[in-house]
DNA sequence: TCCTTTAGTTACTAATCGGAACCTACTTTT
DNA sequence: AAAAGTAGGTTCCGATTAGTAACTAAAGGA
């Protein structure tokens, strides 16, 4: 359990939206809600070929902390090799829509700058 | 230029979202958010009291990156001692609007699941 | 003279993150 | 029969990063 530096330090956070924030931020984890959100379950393999430069730790990390959370599905087949797939949760799928308001500001505001700079 | 863990080693983020979450994750990063929208136009003490347990640097730190990020208006006046106002920018306060949301979310699931523990 | 206030810096330390290598339990290749 | 490959991770360790504590400036007040 890796990826918890949540609200340990500080328990400012009376609000559970800001470990929600935590939650989602760092370096892959939305796009990980995005591949599952537009490709629907996959192995760990195939997210893993999908985001070239993820280590397999890294990754597992994202995925357990996604599980934790309850955005994700892990579904564990023990058959040799073993497979595992991944899916998104009502509540992932719920989460990935307010994502998408999030997505419109900031294309919006990316392209109003980029205008600007024009 | 500490909060800047962004897309650094990884280019993976075609999209500006990303960016944008990273901006606004962070231990008290959407703390500030709030203050500033709930109660418009602060200084820099009014903040640090509002907020007990943070330190100036790291107050400092979160405040050039949201006004960096061209969410939050800097005012600074050369008095002696010096007088730093903070305030939301039109920007901030859409932020704000979307972020509401997230929280609606993360509330709910809050709700739920201390039901279900109940 | 010394202390207080405001808004930060600097210096240092503690925690975290991520990459490389390794692992299991079986299957396929040589 | 031995070696290599597969799927999905762990473990170890170094490098970065984040945060706390102490310090600063410049004027006014006791």
């Known amino acids: 359990m890796a990826t918890q530096k949540l609200n340990k330090t500080h328990a400012h956070s009376a609000c559970p939206m800001d470990s929600l924030l935590q939650t989602i931020s760092g370096p892959w984890t939305s796009y990980i809600l995005w591949l599952l959100s537009s490709q629907g379950t996959l192995r ?8 070239p430069g993820i280590s397999s730790k890294v990754l597992t990390e994202r995925l357990r902390m996604l599980e934790g959370a309850g955005l994700v599905n892990r579904d564990y087949k023990p058959t ?17 829509d307010v994502l998408d308001g999030l997505n419109v ?7 109003e700058d980029t205008e600007v700079e024009a």
């Open 44 to 51: 760990f393999g195939e997210l893993k070929a999908k985001m």
């Open 80 to 96: 040799i090799p073993p497979s595992v797939s991944y899916s998104l949760t009502p509540r992932g799928t719920e989460l990935k």
């Open 105 to 111: 500001l900031a294309l919006r505001w990316h392209a």
